[in-house]
C-alpha cells in the first residue's frame, strides 16, 4: 500500500501530515495488532476519520462536518451491549463514557472507524483523536494532540481521510 500527502501517518516522533510533524501520544499500551477493550492500546492498520465532534459552547464550528456535542451525549463502551461502540444519549444505563466533559480533552474530536461500524463486541471501542492532557501522557488508546495542533489538522483534512498507524510499531 502507498501512503500519499493526504494520509496521517504515525511515526515514532508525532503524526505525519502534510509537510509536518505533529507530536502525539497513544495509548498507554502501545500499538497492537490484537486490540482488546480496557488494554490501553492504539490498533495498528488503516484507519479511517469518520465524523468530528466539537462543543459549541466552548468553540465556533471548527469545519463544515463537525457535529455538536450536546449535554448528554455518551459513548457505549460495553460489549455486552447492542449499543457497543456507538454515540448513545443519556440516561444510559450500560458502560460508557461521557463525551461532553469537565474538561477540555474532548473538546474537539475526531472519531475513526476502528471496529465501527458493525462492532465485534470486546475488540475495542472508540479510538479518538483529541487533544491530550500534557506532553507525553499517554491515553487509554486514543491519539492526543497539543490543541493547536488538533486545531490546525481539523482544518486539513475532511471524512475518509486515512489513518496509518503502522504494524511495523505493534508491541
Partial sequence: ????????????????????????????GGIRTD??????????GVHHITAMLYRPDRMAKPAWWALPIRPGDLWSDDPKDPAYNQLVR???APSHERLRRGDPLYDLVLLTDWNWPEAEPGRGSAIFLHRWRRPGFETEGC???????????????????????PEAFAG
Fill in 35 to 44: 486490540k482488546r477493550e480496557g488494554d490501553g492500546a492504539t490498533p495498528a
Fill in 1 to 28: 500500500m502507498s501512503y500519499g500527502p493526504e494520509d496521517l501517518i504515525l511515526t515514532r516522533t508525532g503524526l505525519r501530515f502534510g509537510g509536518h510533524l505533529l507530536p502525539c501520544t497513544v495509548g498507554r
Fill in 143 to 165: 491519539i492526543a494532540f497539543a490543541p493547536h495542533h488538533l486545531r490546525w489538522l481539523v482544518g486539513q483534512i475532511g471524512p475518509g481521510t486515512r489513518l496509518v498507524v
Fill in 90 to 92: 443519556a440516561p444510559y
